[in-house]
Nanobody, 123 residues
Framework: VQLQASGGGLVQAGGSLRLSCAAS????????MGWFRQAPGKEREFVTT????????SYTDSVKGRFTISRDNAKNTVYLQMNNLKPEDTAVYYC?????????????????WGRGTLVTVSS
C-alpha cells in the first residue's frame, strides 16, 4: 500500500486547510486510517483515526471540535478538514493505514505510512 498525503501549506491562525491522503495498492476499505503529526523537536503524535466504514472516529483532545476526519472508499482517499487552526497545529502531518483491530491511537498499530505534508500556521 502506498499513501500520498497532500494539501498542506501556510495559513494564518483561524484559517482552514483540508488534507487528503490517497491510497493505492490493497483494498483501501479494509484499512483503519489515521492522521498523526510531528512538530519540530517533538515526537510523532496521534491526531485522529477513522475505522474502515467511516462510522467510528476518534480525536486527540486538542483538535476536537476543530478537525474532522472522513473517508471516501470509492476514491481510496481519507481527508482531514482542519478549521480554526492554531500556531500549535504547525507540524508535518502523516497519514497511516492499519490492518489491525486496535483503537488506532498508537503509531505502532499502523502498517503503512505516507511521507507527510507540512502545515504551518502563522500567528
Amino acid at each position: 500500500v502506498q499513501l500520498q498525503a497532500s494539501g498542506g501549506g501556510l495559513v494564518q491562525a483561524g484559517g482552514s486547510l483540508r488534507l487528503s491522503c490517497a491510497a493505492s495498492g490493497r483494498a483501501f476499505s479494509t484499512f483503519r486510517m489515521g492522521w498523526f503529526r510531528q512538530a519540530p523537536g517533538k515526537e510523532r503524535e496521534f491526531v485522529t483515526t477513522i475505522n474502515w466504514s467511516g462510522v467510528h472516529t476518534s480525536y486527540t483532545d486538542s483538535v476536537k471540535g476543530r478537525f474532522t476526519i472522513s473517508r471516501d472508499n470509492a476514491k481510496n482517499t481519507v481527508y482531514l478538514q482542519m478549521n480554526n487552526l492554531k500556531p500549535e497545529d504547525t507540524a508535518v502531518y502523516y497519514c497511516a493505514a492499519s490492518l489491525g483491530s486496535g483503537l488506532g491511537v498508537w503509531t505502532g498499530e499502523y502498517d503503512y505510512w505516507g511521507r507527510g505534508t507540512l502545515v504551518t500556521v502563522s500567528s
